[in-house]
């Protein structure tokens, strides 16, 4: 396993007070919150730790690791001496931060200390024929998501990268965070393209967030907000393509990933214009680039930042030697499709299902619904299946942490998964929104994977009211 540097990269945040006290003095801009699992009506219960997750940056420490670098940013702690020890660290771009260097460069003189920096940018950055054919001919031009993009770039290259003697990162971004990082990718701010080993986004609106349009057209916020207006559909197409990326420009699409949140019950006025089809904020189209690999978690915007299964995504995708790909091939749906109360409506279904690593007490997967709208008919579903096929899961397992006691012996291990399975069928609709039952839980499916023996495998899943058929599809990744 080859390490290397994880950088971070948060979303939008805007003017200082929008987030809140607490984040804004969060060192680790939301990348290390925790979260409890158990929802006690008591303090006792709370006891049973083992399906708590205590954080991105801990859980690396305690998985792979890796240490941070918050108060160490030149690596002269003891224990990092060795290439493989810079490699195992995280970094945390706070670009926000560096707005009032930046706008110090900007005037700086012939003699100023930030004056090199300014004929370095300028040189390098307005050099670049990509910036300029895109309209960016100043570097007072260079607002929002652009000028992040260069700082970011510029950190990599010019900081992490020399400190630790690594040639590449891993770059993992949330929300807008994930726009910044692909300005600086596709338009190889510095080189960046190539020091890129692997793209991770969490929530973030490649196709541009819609709700950022109605709010600029609504007026409801600033118009000269730039980092906003770079959040607006009619800016991420043609700046960035959308969710259609020019390959020329980006790197191996092998080698990103989205994580996409489908729990839309997150900022209360905002999740009404984007919704149920969303993480509250953005729309799951949206969260997700043509030909790569993507995700459901079943997580609103913010908290896909702080739960358990993006993080298991997450070190699957960075780390992970098995590829996994779970798909429906098959639904039966017993009994008429026709609702008790609506002659001439067809009933719905939503399915919730989980994923989980035998020997890891946190999920891979926990989502509902996957990419499809709130619900589905059995014609809808079965059109899914034929074409272009229903996946549940696409994404990468570690078999050489399958926990954290022993992973000398977990290797030696065969690589087994879990996956519960669960479908509500909807009857009749009432005011509240669709209604319905589903029947009592069954046990997960189990699947082991051996190396040596066949790599697909098909499980049947009955119930009194469904019949279904998953395909588990493993690869050994190259």
Not at 242 to 252: A, M, R
Not at 290 to 309: A, F, K
Not at 314 to 335: C, H, M
Request: contains cysteine; proline residues 4%.
């Amino acid at each position: 396993m080859k390490y290397r540097p994880i950088v971070y990269v948060h979303g939008y945040a805007g003017k200082p007070g929008s987030l809140g006290p607490e984040d804004e003095l969060d060192p680790y801009c939301g990348w290390n919150t925790g979260r409890r699992y158990n929802l006690p009506e008591e303090w006792d219960s709370y006891s049973d730790t083992t399906r708590d997750f205590e954080g991105f940056v801990t859980r690396l420490w305690k998985d792979y690791g890796y240490r941070d670098t918050l108060n160490n940013p030149d690596l002269t702690a003891p224990g990092l001496t060795s290439p493989e020890d810079k490699a195992r660290t995280i970094w945390i771009f706070r670009y926000y931060e560096k707005i009032s260097t930046w706008q110090k460069m900007l005037k700086a003189k012939n003699g100023d200390e930030q004056y090199e920096k300014r004929q370095y940018y300028e040189r390098e950055v307005l050099g670049n024929a990509a910036i300029k054919e895109a309209g960016f001919d100043r570097l007072q031009s260079l607002t929002g998501i652009p000028q992040y993009a260069v700082m970011l770039a510029d950190e990599v290259i010019n900081h992490i990268l020399r400190t630790t003697g690594a040639e590449e990162i891993f770059l993992v971004a949330h929300s807008m965070g994930g726009l910044i990082s692909r300005f600086a990718i596709q338009y190889d701010i510095f080189g960046f393209r190539t020091k890129v080993a692997k793209f991770l986004t969490l929530a973030t609106p490649h196709g541009g967030a819609s709700v950022a349009n109605i709010l600029l057209v609504k007026k409801l916020v600033n118009p000269g907000a730039r980092d906003l207006e770079h959040l607006d559909p009619d800016w991420v197409r043609p700046k960035l393509g959308g969710i259609s990326v020019d390959d020329t420009k980006f790197i191996n699409k092998d080698d990103c990933y989205c994580v996409v949140g489908c729990n839309y019950k997150d900022y209360e006025i905002l999740k009404e214009v984007a919704g149920c089809a969303s993480d509250g904020l953005v729309r799951q189209d949206e969260a997700a680039i043509d030909g790569v690999g993507n995700t459901c978690v079943y997580c609103t915007h913010s908290s896909i930042m702080n739960s358990r299964e993006p993080y298991e995504i997450a070190v699957g995708f960075l780390f992970g030697d098995t590829r996994l790909t779970i798909t429906l091939a098959e639904a039966q749906f017993k009994g008429k499709q026709k609702r008790a109360n609506y002659e001439h409506s067809e009933k719905r279904y939503s399915f919730c299902y989980s994923l989980k690593v035998a020997g890891s007490s946190l999920n891979v997967i926990c989502a509902r619904n996957g990419n499809v709208d709130h619900t589905a008919t059995a014609e809808q579903i079965q059109k899914r299946i034929q074409s272009p096929g229903y996946v549940l899961y696409d994404g990468f397992l570690d078999s050489a942490c399958i926990s954290v006691n022993n992973r000398a012996e977990d290797s030696k291990t065969a690589l087994t998964v879990n996956l519960e399975f669960e479908c509500m069928e909807y009857d009749k609709s009432t005011q509240d929104g669709p209604q319905g039952e589903k029947e009592k839980k069954k046990p997960p499916i189990t699947v082991q994977y051996d190396p040596n023996g066949d790599p697909v495998k098909t499980e049947k899943y009955e119930t009194g009211l469904f019949a279904f058929v998953f395909r588990f599809e493993f690869s050994k990744r190259s």
